[in-house]
């Protein structure tokens, strides 16, 4: 799921695939299932979505993505306020493209190939 969220004056295109938790996985050394599942502290819930923003962020702008590091993601949350992804409604927006509830921008494209049914 592709979408593009506003972090204070910054527009950040995120993309979240069937890699993402594995990705997240590689970079932070745990799963997001607790999250999900309702099992981690509040504390790290608000980590947890700037992670998983870092990671969707960065396959948004076609990274190598075998090149993700922590000390990569701290350099880029220095581009964000201390507080960019702790507000419910960016942790709510980060959330919803990584489930697949937002709208993608791209345009579904016919193969003009295959018959129509009709």
């Not at 981690?40 to 608000?46: K, L, N």
């Not at 701290?74 to 919803?96: H, I, Q, R, Y």
Request: proline share 4%; aromatic share 10%; no cysteine.
């Amino acid at each position: 799921m592709y979408g593009v969220i506003k972090v204070g004056e910054r527009d950040l295109p995120l993309l979240a695939n069937a890699a993402t938790p594995i990705r997240y996985k590689q970079v932070f050394h745990r799963s997001l299932m607790p999250f999900f599942l309702g099992q981690e502290s509040d504390g790290d819930s608000a980590e947890m979505v700037g992670e998983l923003a870092y990671v969707m962020a960065r396959a948004a702008e076609g990274a190598d993505m075998n090149k993700l590091s922590f000390d990569d993601y701290v350099n880029w949350l220095e581009g964000f306020d201390a507080l960019a992804f702790s507000t419910p409604d960016t942790a709510g927006k980060v959330m919803d493209i990584y489930a697949g509830n937002q709208a993608t921008d791209a345009e579904v494209k016919k193969n003009h190939d295959q018959p129509t049914a009709g």
